[in-house]
């Protein structure tokens, strides 16, 4: 069974940063493309932020989220990570991962930027 644990999320003020984390059990983890999307509250739907390859590169990133937010993994641990800094408002949302090859995804972790 894959089971996905993601963390990092909360309330942060508009410039600062978070970082969040996806595990993933019950997959070689290290075979798996991995997308992390994004929900905006009554904002249509989920929209695509990032995806890692399963080595490492290349990643690819939302043009408005490049500069800002970074995403590795670290297949030993099973883990993706999405650091996100310079948080906008805009930013808020319920972020998750993926692994598109399996349409699985995690539940996800909410992102509140507001001063």
């Known amino acids: 069974q894959v089971q996905f644990v993601e963390s990092g999320g909360g309330l942060v003020q508009p410039g600062g940063s978070l970082r969040l984390s996806c595990a993933v059990s019950?997959?070689?983890?290290?075979?798996?493309?991995i997308n992390w999307f994004r929900q905006a509250p009554g904002k249509g739907p989920a929209e695509w932020v990032s995806?890692?390859?399963?080595?490492?590169?290349?990643?690819t990133y939302l043009d408005s989220v490049k500069g800002r937010f970074t995403v590795s993994r670290d297949n030993a641990k099973n883990t993706v990570y999405l650091q996100m800094n310079s948080l906008k408002p805009e930013d808020t949302a319920v972020y998750y991962c993926?692994?598109?090859?399996?349409?699985?995804r995690g539940q996800g972790t909410q992102v509140t930027v507001s001063s």
């Open positions: 993926t692994v598109p090859s399996m349409g699985l």
């Open positions: 019950g997959i070689t983890f290290s075979n798996y493309y």
């Open positions: 995806g890692i390859p399963t080595d490492g590169e290349p990643i």
